[in-house]
């Protein structure tokens, strides 16, 4: 009898017309006129009558719709509506798939770049966050566990990539926040994994510091022979210490010369928080000078190729190389432990006016209120009695060799 039925209900022919052939207990086999075959169980459920669908035939064979059929009139049985419950598995699985590590960062990817993020900063948080991606992108944020992490993180450690782990961790924790924060998971996972990871040996960015070798230094900036951008950026770079992605992605709008300040965007900024650089006059004079030549730019120190983009990172390192000074005796970054350790030396300036400016913001919960302009009476002195230093040290002859 079943063999003789399974051969009934695939020898069906369509019709004009829909229609229907019962398998019994409510089962029976819906067929279209384009030839589609349906299974479909009609029941009744607290006075009403309803319908659920089984699938298609042959894909769902008459074997398999009847184990279905009674599964769902177990359920009857109990209380349980099965399209009531279908529904909320659907809804489960839509909602668990939205709350994935992997959405949940593609929505991150997103309010990053909303909120104006550069493309090489996108580029590098993607980049870092396929680590964690392809260890458990499918799972929902919710479930994965420090250990779980602290595991995913360590195959990077093993490979000798300390700083990256470390860069991973933080990743993956600002993705963790917004899913907090969105309502998707407890906690950041990220805080447990703190003291757990290899914190890489700090590599100290060579710098000049004593004054006649300062006085050197500038001296053979003021007489580099290089494209205007580049000699204008390594003669800003004393005088602003600034990061050097700071420096060559600087752009006109940002300064203002009425009141001699250059506020740099929090977007541009390592802990994304607005900066103010008080300018002295000679920092302004280069500037004056400059926006007459790359003042229809965006960009204050555009490339020699476009002035759509900013010259490389490595343009001021090499023009230092030019220079004749090693990346062991001096980087662009250089600059910032030159002026830190020259103006806390000189005990003119607090030590908080000093590290604002250089803007290393603390993190601690305690002083989260950032204010941009903290001390910045303070800092403008500070800034030009700087600019006159480096004039005094321009002068220094260096000493003789014994």
């Not at 075959?37 to 319908?51: C, D, I, P, S, V």
């Not at 099965?82 to 839509?94: D, G, H, I, N, Y």
């Not at 966050?129 to 994965?144: K, T």
């Not at 060559?248 to 009141?259: G, M, P, Q, T, V």
Request: charge should be positive; include cysteine.
């Amino acid at each position: 009898m079943p063999a003789r039925k399974e051969l009934e209900f695939r020898n069906l022919k369509p019709r004009s017309k829909p229609f229907k052939l019962s398998d019994g207990g409510g089962l029976f086999l819906l067929v279209q006129p384009s030839g589609s075959k349906l299974w479909r169980l009609a029941y009744r459920f607290a006075g009403r009558q309803k319908l659920l669908a089984l699938g298609n035939y042959p894909l769902v064979s008459l074997a398999d719709a009847r184990t279905a059929r009674d599964t769902a009139k177990k359920l009857i049985a109990v209380g349980t509506d099965p399209s009531e419950l279908r529904k909320s598995e659907k809804q489960a699985r839509k909602i668990s798939h939205a709350n994935t590590f992997m959405t949940v960062a593609s929505e991150c990817l997103e309010k990053w770049k909303a909120e104006g993020s550069s493309p090489r900063t996108l580029k590098k948080k993607s980049w870092l966050l396929e680590f964690a991606v392809r260890d458990f992108g499918g799972r929902p944020i919710a479930e994965i566990r420090p250990a779980e992490l602290l595991e995913s993180l360590r195959k990077v450690e093993s490979r000798g990539r300390y700083e990256t782990a470390l860069r991973i961790r933080s990743v993956v924790g600002e993705v963790l926040r917004y899913a907090v924060a969105t309502g998707r998971a407890e906690r950041d996972i990220t805080v447990d994994l703190r003291k757990a990871l290899v914190t890489p040996r700090v590599k100290h960015h060579a710098a000049v510091t004593e004054p006649s070798q300062i006085g050197a230094l500038l001296r053979a900036i003021d007489g580099f022979d290089g494209h205007y951008s580049t000699c204008a950026a390594l003669r800003m770079a004393p005088l602003v210490f600034v990061r050097p992605g700071e420096l060559r992605l600087a752009e006109w709008s940002e300064i203002d010369f009425k009141s001699k300040i250059w506020r740099i965007p929090g977007k541009r900024m390592k802990m994304g928080l607005d900066h103010i650089v008080p300018l002295s006059k000679q920092a302004i004079a280069i500037l004056t000078d400059l926006k007459a030549i790359t003042g229809s730019s965006r960009l204050i120190f555009p490339s020699t190729r476009s002035w759509q983009r900013p010259i490389s990172e490595n343009t001021l390192n090499a023009a230092l190389r030019r220079l004749g000074y090693s990346k062991n005796e001096m980087t662009t970054h250089g600059f910032r432990s030159m002026a830190s350790t020259r103006l806390n030396e000189s005990g003119k300036f607090s030590a908080d006016a000093i590290e604002r400016q250089l803007a290393h913001q603390e993190r601690s919960e305690v002083r989260r209120a950032y204010n941009a302009a903290q001390y910045l009476p303070e800092r403008t002195e500070m800034m030009q009695e700087w600019a006159n230093y480096l004039d005094e040290f321009r002068m220094l002859s260096p000493p003789k060799k014994a």
